[in-house]
């Protein structure tokens, strides 16, 4: 009997897809004409990139933070979350984070 584990769901025979979300995305048989239809394109990416890098190479140490989009304002982590950044930023780091909502925002 196949089946597979997909976090605290066993799926079981026809559940389990044959192939991998990586092997359904490289696979797609999807419209191509705008890889065509734009020459210029990789150029701008790429000076997206050059720009983003020059930007990033001003900011002196600089520290990442990664943390739950769902925790909220309350919770003692958001709180600690909030005084390490805080701390970093009177000792003169970057601090860079994904934005928020939750402790990425703190």
């Keep these: 009997m ?6 605290p769901i066993l799926q079981r025979r026809d559940q389990v897809d044959a192939t991998t979300t990586d092997q359904r ?5 999807g419209p191509t004409d705008w890889v065509h239809s734009d020459p210029w394109r990789v150029l701008r990416i790429q000076a ?7 930007a ?4 002196g140490p ?7 989009a769902r925790t909220p304002a ?5 709180v600690v979350a909030e005084q390490v950044g805080r701390r970093l930023v009177e000792e003169g ?14």
Aim: hydrophobic share 40%.
């Design 74 to 78: 309350d919770h003692p982590s958001y």
């Design 62 to 68: 600089t520290i990442a933070v990664f943390g739950s």
């Design 25 to 29: 995305l490289l696979d797609s048989r």
């Design 2 to 7: 196949k089946s597979k584990a997909k976090g």
């Design 56 to 59: 990033l190479a001003e900011l």
């Design 93 to 106: 780091f970057a601090v860079m984070t994904g934005g928020g909502p939750g402790v990425m925002e703190a």
């Design 48 to 54: 997206e990139f050059v720009e983003g890098f020059g």
